[in-house]
């Protein structure tokens, strides 16, 4: 347990006002680690407000440098980033919200080589990737580590979400396997209005935190889907799937897969 | 006419309709993005052709959705 310094309980006082937070609840978000994948639209405001929140440990996996492009919607980068590795630039604004904050950065693709590596060192993983392959990659390695994790997609003006703890629906419960490459347009060819990127973001963020202070219902078994045109939300309910290749009742999947990625996302600075 | 429910709003279907045939109907442009249940089970795409819907189903079409860390 951390007894907490009277500086904390200042910096904390909204949490510690909620009766479901709490003095233990904070206790519980400032031992947590959490690793977020992707230091970029939805990385970015998962990343800021955990680290408000006081989330002890946050690892941030990103190859990237800040591109001109990106900031339209990752708001942890500003225009005097352009060009440093993205891990970088998160950590210095992470760090200075919140200093109590310790960062760990991995400049690296994930891939079947290191994710079960990096992941188990976590105990809650943000998916904040862009590309299925690694979106599938995260999916398999936390289902095999038994890690809780939240997934998040964005496109155009739509958004979804839902989190997986273990026991409950994966990412292949719903969608089997990744789409032909190529087929289904990433924000860097479809676009996305910068804000939907806020609006998923802080959904996972939530969800993180409720995960740690054990508030509430968690996005487990429902997929949560928003039109910003409309404002609809929409839960989809889904259940683990028996016939699933990877937490179903015969599973074939044992190892993590590198699958190919369509040409057009490929980096290409 | 028969009476299902697509992502939870009535729609006015004319039976016999299967999966694929639903997906036309509702104009999906790449059925490769989409993951569909039926009645809160998945559907094997192998089976859209064959899985006949009924009055009263409940179709869930689930979407491909990236996003987040553009590259």
């Known amino acids: 347990m951390i007894d907490l310094t009277e500086q904390q309980i200042e910096r904390y006082s909204r949490h510690i006002l909620l009766q479901d937070v709490g003095v233990e609840g904070q206790e519980k978000i400032m ?58 630039s998160a950590k210095e604004k992470i760090q200075a ?74 990412y292949r419960c719903m969608f089997k396997e990744p789409p032909p490459a190529g087929a289904v347009p990433t924000c860097s060819q479809a676009g996305v209005l910068g804000a939907i990127a806020g609006m998923l973001g802080t959904i996972q963020a939530a969800e993180t935190l409720k995960y740690f202070t054990g508030v509430g219902e968690l996005l487990t078994n429902r997929l949560l889907t928003f039109d910003a045109k409309t404002m609809q939300f929409n839960n989809i309910k889904v259940r683990p799937r028996a016939s699933c290749e990877l937490c179903g009742e015969h599973p074939t999947i044992d190892h993590l897969i590198d699958y190919e990625q369509a040409a057009c996302d490929l980096k290409h600075h | 006419m028969a009476k299902i429910y697509v992502n939870g709003e009535a729609q006015e279907v004319t039976l016999p309709l299967n999966i694929s045939e639903l997906i036309k109907n509702n104009n999906v442009q790449q059925p490769e993005m989409v993951s569909v249940q039926v009645n809160e089970e998945f559907a094997e795409r192998d089976e859209w052709d064959n899985i006949q819907l009924a009055e009263g189903d409940t179709v869930d079409f689930l979407y491909f959705m990236g996003g987040g860390s553009a590259l």
């Not at chain 1, 939805?42 to 990106?70: E, H, K, Q, W």
């Not at chain 1, 990096?118 to 038994?146: E, H, R």
């Open chain 1, 97 to 170: 919200i919140n200093p109590d904050v310790q960062v760990d950065t991995y400049r690296e693709f994930l891939d079947s080589s290191n994710a079960l590596d990096i992941i188990s060192q976590y105990d809650f993983i943000v998916d904040g990737t862009d590309n299925f392959p690694v979106k599938f990659l995260i999916n398999d390695a936390c289902v095999m580590a038994g890690k809780p994790f939240s997934h998040g997609g964005i496109l155009r003006f739509h958004g979804q979400t839902f989190t997986h703890l273990p026991g409950t629906a994966c």
């Open chain 1, 31 to 88: 031992n947590a680690r959490v690793l977020v994948v992707g230091a970029g639209g939805l990385g970015a405001p998962v990343s800021l407000y955990l680290a408000a929140a006081g989330i002890g440990r946050i690892g941030l996996v990103d190859a990237d440098v800040v591109d001109l492009s990106n900031l339209q919607r990752q708001v942890i980068h500003f225009t005097r980033d352009v060009g440093i590795p993205k891990v970088e």
